[in-house]
């Protein structure tokens, strides 16, 4: 066993055990643990869709459902056709479910509050930076990356981000015209993390009908998950996806303010080259053979 493998089994044995994790009645709540995170789960205003929670807590659905019929039969909770499309169901938390949602909180705090008791304001801060750090990267390392269709909400919720993003840091702002900014001819993959988007990017011929040579288009990762190594992992799948799609090369531009995104395609193998579109707010230009 490596040293990172003992050592995240050392801390899941010593985290669950003393945030009680194993005890029957998680904080006292006469619900296990499993229970408790699902009332946690659930919006306090909105009702939730059930295959949101199970994408979330990536929970079986049989499982899931067992947990939901426990807290309707207490009393907490009730579950409904979705009244848009009623072969979907969805779950609203009762005012009992508000309150007792409100006590789990306030009890988590409080044993929350106890751990960090012992501590000096040096440790908890210590403490606080290390499990930042942690949660990101068990995020980066557990999400779901996958191929995606152009018309998919989650994608257009991507790329209305991406966009956001360029006219934030370009110097003269970033239009993208009325172009589709999806893009039909483009295959997508999508990285999410607990139902939202984090990472997006596509592959499309450079010529529209032809194999040969791809070009890598709207590659975007969240700021929040960048330094976990997300956007080398969604480079080299996307490099994968264009290998599978037939190709022997790709292509990319960029604009020179996304200076880590250069820094990327250098460490990843490309090389520079001559400018190949008409992209007006493309300064930079990259391939790599597959």
């Avoid at 059930?50 to 807590?57: E, F, G, I, K, Y």
């Avoid at 960029?254 to 990843?268: C, G, I, K, P, Q």
Wanted: proline content about 6%; charged content about 30%; glycine content about 8%.
């Amino acid at each position: 066993m490596d040293r990172t493998t003992a050592t995240l089994r050392g801390f899941n044995r010593t985290w669950t055990q003393r945030v009680g994790a194993l005890d029957e009645s998680y904080l006292g709540t006469g619900r296990p643990l499993a229970t408790s995170r699902l009332l946690f789960e659930l919006d306090p205003v909105a009702p939730t869709p059930v295959t949101d929670l199970r994408d979330w807590l990536g929970l079986d659905a049989g499982y899931l459902a067992r947990l939901l019929r426990r807290l309707e039969a207490e009393g907490l909770a009730t579950t409904v056709p979705d009244p848009e499309d009623r072969r979907r169901r969805q779950v609203g938390l009762t005012d009992a479910g508000r309150d007792e949602r409100a006590e789990l909180e306030r009890r988590s705090a409080e044993a929350a509050t106890r751990l960090l008791r012992p501590l000096t304001d040096r440790q908890r801060e210590r403490l606080a930076d290390a499990l930042a750090v942690a949660d990101l990267l068990v995020r980066a390392a557990t999400l779901d990356l996958r191929r995606a269709r152009p018309d998919e909400p989650a994608v257009a919720r991507a790329l209305t981000r991406y966009v956001a993003e360029l006219a934030d840091r370009f110097p003269a702002g970033f239009d993208p015209g009325p172009a589709d900014p999806r893009d039909p001819g483009t295959t997508y993959l999508l990285a999410t993390s607990d139902g939202e988007p984090v990472a997006c990017g596509g592959v499309r011929p450079l010529e529209a009908g032809t194999t040969g040579t791809a070009e890598v288009k709207r590659m975007w990762v969240d700021a929040a998950w960048r330094g976990a190594g997300l956007g080398a992992r969604l480079l080299a799948s996307l490099e994968d996806l264009a290998r599978d799609l037939g190709h022997t090369r790709v292509v990319l531009d960029t604009n020179s303010t996304l200076v880590e995104a250069v820094a990327l395609y250098d460490r990843a193998g490309y090389r520079r080259i001559d400018r190949y579109n008409d992209n007006p707010y493309a300064e930079a230009f990259f391939t790599k053979g597959l």
